[in-house]
């Protein structure tokens, strides 16, 4: 059951609204007036919300424990809000890459401000509190350039607009989207990555095909689409609307061009006939974009989506 004894982590620990109003006000300045800042902050405590829920919840904590089965018991796989150094406060997470248990990483999912290039020692001393998964890396969310951090890895960006202000920029000629009808061009998508995966050996680990499941749930909400170039099927471009960074959202599942149509700067476009397609000009366009796919990046900021931040690694000792 749920516990409401004290836990490790759990000292002083705010609540949902507090934490989005922490979360909020670590965002990219660009993005405050994209989406009711009310309506916001609400989805944003909804998201806390769990991040509470894995604090708090013993029960919650050994489900987890039995699924990844990764040695330590239930108690260790809480949540953890601990100091960091100063005035600063994150909320911990012990996470998995791809669910694999050989992969551990601490999270940081808020902070009680910014975070500083000062505060990465003790955010990575604070990261201890999982020391029983012998963690290699901590990941932390900044809406500062890359150029701020450019000494260490990058996860993924987030590259974002008003769907509205994406519709104006100009297409190329006989490049256009027809909605998705069924799932039958899956093993050409699937052709096209391993095409790029054979010629860019990195890209595997910075981009995948969504699966054949994913792309189903993308048809269902008519917001897949056909690429077509010179006559012919030439890709997929495709969202779901979602909240991300608490924005109301359409969020980018594939964009993807099949080997005869790469190399023409389609690729900016494909935002734009995206943003063309979609029915609410108030929503937000976003997408997460891996910070050395330096292709992805440029493309969506040629179609005008703006870089409002992304996830860094720091190594642990």
């Given at each position: 059951?749920?516990?409401?004894?004290?836990l490790?982590?759990?000292?002083?620990?705010?609540g949902?609204?507090?934490?989005?109003?922490?979360?909020?006000?670590?965002?990219?300045?660009?993005?405050?007036?994209?989406?009711?800042?009310?309506?916001?902050?609400?989805?944003?405590?909804d998201?806390?919300?769990?991040?509470l829920?894995?604090?708090?919840?013993?029960?919650?904590?050994?489900?987890?424990?039995?699924?990844?089965?990764?040695?330590?018991?239930?108690?260790?796989?809480?949540?953890r809000?601990?100091?960091?150094?100063?005035?600063?406060?994150?909320?911990?997470?012990?996470?998995?890459?791809?669910?694999?248990?050989?992969?551990?990483?601490?999270d940081?999912?808020?902070?009680?401000?910014?975070?500083?290039?000062?505060?990465?020692p003790?955010?990575?001393?604070?990261?201890?509190?999982?020391?029983?998964?012998?963690?290699?890396?901590?990941?932390?969310?900044?809406?500062?350039?890359?150029?701020?951090?450019?000494?260490l890895?990058?996860?993924?960006?987030?590259?974002?607009?008003?769907?509205g202000?994406?519709?104006?920029?100009?297409?190329?000629?006989?490049?256009?989207?027809?909605p998705?009808?069924?799932?039958?061009?899956?093993?050409d998508?699937?052709?096209?990555?391993?095409?790029?995966?054979?010629?860019?050996?990195?890209?595997?680990?910075?981009?995948?095909?969504?699966?054949?499941?994913?792309l189903?749930?993308c048809?269902?909400?008519?917001?897949?689409?056909?690429?077509?170039?010179?006559?012919?099927?030439?890709?997929?471009?495709?969202?779901l609307?979602y909240?991300?960074?608490?924005?109301?959202?359409?969020v980018?599942?594939?964009?993807?061009?099949?080997?005869?149509?790469?190399?023409?700067?389609?690729?900016?476009?494909?935002s734009?006939?995206?943003?063309?397609?979609?029915?609410?000009?108030?929503?937000?366009l976003?997408?997460?974009v891996?910070?050395?796919?330096?292709?992805?990046?440029?493309?969506?900021r040629?179609?005008?989506?703006?870089?409002?931040?992304?996830?860094?690694?720091?190594?642990?000792?």
């Amino acid at each position: 059951m749920t516990t409401t004894d004290p836990l490790p982590g759990t000292a002083d620990l705010p609540g949902a609204t507090e934490l989005a109003a922490f979360t909020l006000a670590a965002q990219h300045p660009a993005t405050h007036g994209w989406t009711d800042p009310a309506a916001r902050l609400g989805t944003l405590a909804d998201e806390h919300g769990f991040d509470l829920q894995l604090a708090t919840d013993l029960d919650l904590a050994a489900q987890r424990a039995g699924f990844l089965n990764a040695g330590p018991a239930a108690p260790a796989y809480l949540n953890r809000w601990v100091p960091a150094g100063g005035d600063l406060h994150a909320m911990l997470s012990i996470r998995f890459e791809g669910l694999d248990v050989t992969k551990p990483f601490v999270d940081v999912s808020v902070t009680s401000r910014p975070v500083t290039r000062a505060d990465l020692p003790a955010l990575a001393a604070a990261a201890r509190v999982y020391a029983a998964f012998h963690p290699p890396r901590l990941r932390f969310w900044s809406a500062a350039p890359m150029t701020d951090w450019a000494d260490l890895n990058p996860d993924r960006r987030v590259l974002a607009a008003p769907v509205g202000d994406l519709r104006g920029h100009p297409v190329p000629d006989g490049l256009t989207l027809t909605p998705t009808p069924d799932t039958g061009r899956y093993a050409d998508a699937q052709a096209a990555y391993d095409a790029v995966d054979a010629a860019h050996p990195h890209h595997p680990q910075e981009a995948r095909l969504l699966s054949a499941d994913d792309l189903q749930e993308c048809i269902d909400a008519s917001t897949m689409f056909d690429v077509h170039w010179r006559g012919g099927w030439a890709g997929y471009a495709g969202t779901l609307a979602y909240p991300q960074l608490g924005l109301d959202a359409q969020v980018v599942q594939e964009l993807l061009l099949a080997p005869h149509a790469r190399g023409h700067g389609l690729g900016a476009a494909l935002s734009t006939l995206l943003a063309r397609h979609l029915p609410d000009p108030a929503q937000v366009l976003s997408g997460t974009v891996h910070g050395r796919n330096q292709g992805a990046r440029e493309a969506a900021r040629r179609a005008g989506r703006q870089d409002v931040g992304g996830w860094w690694w720091i190594p642990l000792p």
